[in-house]
Structures are given as C-alpha cells and as structure tokens.
C-alpha cells in the first residue's frame, strides 16, 4: 500500500519531529504513568487527565516548544502563532515565556 496523498518529504518531516527527543521523552513518561498507575475511579480519571495536561501542555509545549526551542517544528509553529516566541525574545517575549513555568 503507498500513501497516494502524502509526498515522501511530508512523511520524513513527520517522522523527523515525532522522533524529536522532547516528544519521545514526554511519551514515554505518559505511557508509564499509564502502565504503572490504571485508572480505577472517576478521581484516577481526572487525576490522569491533570496528568496528562502537565507532561504535554505544561512541559513539552511552552517550556520545551517555546521558550527552549527544543522541538524543531512545534518550534517554529510557535513563532508563527506568536512572535513573542521567536529567539532572541524581547522583554515582554521573556516575562511570558517564564510566568509559563510557573
């Protein structure tokens, strides 16, 4: 089966930024709180959603995407979305970027 749609160059770029340490890492951490801890009750589902915003939004998104620079492609999309997080950031560009780790 070939993907008709999709060029080689869009697949190697895919693969390329899901195979991007950040994202892996993050994953990984995901699937073994998933493994290690089952979700048993309405509060374990809540708590593995808070979990699950923590390691991608409050982790890998706006430290290590935005104000790390770490994911390549999420990278630049987020300079795209806001110029507040293209390097070199300008003061204002800085004070969001670290009341986001809080």
Not at 58 to 72: A, E, I, K, R
Not at 77 to 91: M, N, S
Request: aromatic share 12%; proline share 4%.
């Amino acid at each position: 089966l070939g993907l008709v749609n999709y060029p080689e160059s869009q697949i190697e770029i895919s693969t390329k930024y899901l195979m991007n340490p950040a994202i892996v890492g993050c994953t990984v951490l995901w699937l073994l709180i998933e493994v290690f801890f089952s979700i048993k009750s309405k509060k374990s589902v809540i708590a593995h959603w808070y979990l699950i915003n923590a390691i991608f939004f409050h982790v890998l998104l706006d430290p290590l995407s935005g104000l790390f620079q770490m994911t390549g492609l999420m990278s630049e999309q987020y300079g795209k979305l806001d110029k507040r997080y293209i390097l070199p950031f300008d003061d204002e560009g800085l004070i969001v970027n670290l009341v986001s780790l809080l």
